[in-house]
């Protein structure tokens, strides 16, 4: 079994700044990749970031120039970074982890990001 816990979501002003985290344990020892997504209601879950486990990593569009996310091996924790947020960035922001050669998901309960002034 595997267990995400994310942190670091809150309420920032346009233009400021936060810190995503998702600690993962248990069953992790082949981790493919570690991503976040991100949720409004009505709309479905978009994939935002990623970064596989050659460490090579991929944006949104959306996010591109402005979002940063890395990852440490040692900790198994994986960051968001997330600079000049916007109110449109204000969303449910999952973790999510693929594991072993079937790529098996598990995902975390999600932390609030709320971008307002």
């Known amino acids: 079994q595997v267990q995400l816990v994310e942190s670091g979501g809150g309420l920032v002003q346009p233009g400021g700044s936060l810190r995503l985290s998702c600690a993962a344990s248990?069953?992790?020892?082949?981790?493919?990749?570690m991503g976040w997504y991100r949720q409004t209601p009505g709309k479905q879950r978009e994939l935002i970031a990623i970064?596989?486990?050659?460490?090579?990593?991929n944006y949104a569009d959306s996010v591109k120039g402005r979002f940063t996310i890395s990852r440490d091996k040692d900790k198994n924790t994986a960051y968001l970074q997330m600079n000049s947020l916007k109110p449109e960035d204000t969303a449910v922001y999952y973790c999510?982890?693929?594991?072993?050669?079937?790529?098996?998901?598990?995902w975390g309960q999600g932390t609030q990001v709320t971008v307002s002034s």
């Open positions: 999510n982890v693929m594991i072993g050669v079937w790529r098996r998901q598990y």
């Open positions: 248990g069953s992790i020892s082949d981790i493919y990749s």
């Open positions: 970064i596989i486990s050659d460490s090579s990593s």
